[in-house]
């Protein structure tokens, strides 16, 4: 019954198709969420798959990596996918950084990880004080 109103498959998977340059920082931003990238794609142009629950980064036919969807928090801010492999070199050369890090919590997922960087950051400060 429904058949004679079916439209053909499209050609590919993916919703959406993008090309994307990976900013000398290491990130790029589709649909205002901020993505990390490997430096070493730093200058490089990527083909960018958008899927529902993931985005496959291609630099011509290499597929590079894939990173998981994610999605603005609201209509007025973007939201942060970052991996901790991309961006830990850099934050070793700036341990402070960390402190002030729009991302931070995107860089602890598991809750112990936060944990141990909040007592980390207590111990510290009563050190500093008590100096």
Known sequence: MERPTLTSLPKRRTAEEM???VTSSGDFIPRRVFYTAPSRLIGHRLRVHLHDDRLE??????????LRRGRPVSESKGGHVVDYHHVIHALR??????N??????????????ARAFEALRQSLATSARAS
């Open 93 to 98: 050369k700036k341990p402070m950084a960390l």
């Open 57 to 66: 980064c291609f630099l011509g036919a290499t597929q590079m990596m894939t």
């Open 100 to 113: 002030n890090l729009v991302y931070r919590e995107q860089l602890f997922p598991p809750p112990a990880y």
């Open 19 to 21: 090309i994307v340059t």
